[in-house]
């Protein structure tokens, strides 16, 4: 049996954020669609690359029901090469104003480990989740923006930087040691007055597939931090790689472990399919509730 009555936590965890003065709800489990302007994404670089296109994503996401838009410019799959703080922003900068122009009332969510790359869309579009896939380490003068501009913050651990971060990754306990870094990182935010905090075990991100399934089976452990936490797994390597398929057959993959990471306490689903990752709520949901009966 998945779950029981007594399967609620100790903890008490944050379930709210505030983004634009509104408080966004997230006592229920939320979607994160994703959108990536950039040209070698490893699953759908170069598909969004004019405004119209974008625009049309970011409607998808929206209509299926995304709570949030997820937006990068610089690709971070392993491998990928580092690129210019200029290039960043060209290809950022246009993409972010034509969709909060579009769609004001919009809550984005910005990929980035760049403090400079924050203050210029903050100058532009106003209040957004920072998505910092290195957790604060890439940047030291990322956390004192993050305080500075009062911006909601989400934190993920990474071992190393994209073009060598899946060289042979070691662990003596990977849950512990993810643990151990964000709490390090989430200490010193507090410190700084930062509030809204988001917790990413980053999955895929100087990890080993095996690193990977250990971090999902016992994603539980990050309750906690008393924080929301996001998972994002959508149609990555420790899927297509284990089924011998490729990313792009990997949604029923996606599918299975998504709900596997809803089970284990999941609040947000970073994606890029918003439907099918919503009725996988829905349906988790159902079953939870029926468990308190």
């Not at 690193?211 to 994002?232: Q, S, T």
């Not at 709900?259 to 284990?264: M, R, T």
């Amino acid at each position: 049996m998945l779950f029981t009555q007594n399967d609620k936590s100790f903890y008490k965890k944050k379930s709210t954020i505030n983004l634009n003065g509104d408080l966004i709800d997230l006592s229920s489990p939320v979607v994160m669609g994703i959108l990536n302007c950039t040209p070698d994404s490893f699953y759908d670089g170069g598909v969004y690359n004019s405004d119209k296109s974008i625009l049309k994503r970011s409607n998808q996401i929206l209509e299926e029901g995304g709570v949030f838009i997820d937006i990068g410019a610089m690709s971070t799959r392993p491998g990928a090469m580092e690129i210019s703080l200029e290039e960043e922003l060209y290809r950022l900068l246009p993409a972010v104003k034509v969709i909060k122009k579009e769609f004001p009332a919009v809550s984005l969510s910005v990929d980035t480990y760049r403090s400079e790359v924050v203050q210029q869309v903050y100058d532009q579009i106003g209040d957004f989740i920072i998505n910092d896939i290195s957790g604060g380490t890439f940047d030291d003068l990322m956390f004192e923006k993050v305080a500075y501009l009062n911006l909601p913050y989400l934190l993920m651990h990474s071992k190393g930087r994209s073009d060598k971060m899946q060289n042979n990754p070691v662990y003596e306990d990977v849950v512990k040691e993810v643990i151990f870094f964000l709490s390090a990182q989430v200490q010193k935010l507090k410190i700084l007055g930062v509030s809204d905090i988001l917790i990413d075990p980053g999955f895929g991100f100087g990890k080993s597939a095996a690193h990977n399934f250990e971090l999902l089976n016992r994603l539980d452990a990050f309750r906690i931090f008393e924080l929301p936490v996001l998972v994002g797994i959508s149609r990555k390597a420790m899927i297509w790689k284990e089924l011998e398929i490729t990313a792009d057959k990997s949604l029923n993959g996606t599918t299975v472990l998504n709900a596997l990471a809803l089970a284990g306490g999941c609040d947000i689903l970073r994606v890029h399919d918003v439907k099918e990752a919503l009725e996988t709520i829905k349906l988790v949901d159902k079953l939870k509730n029926s468990a308190k009966c």
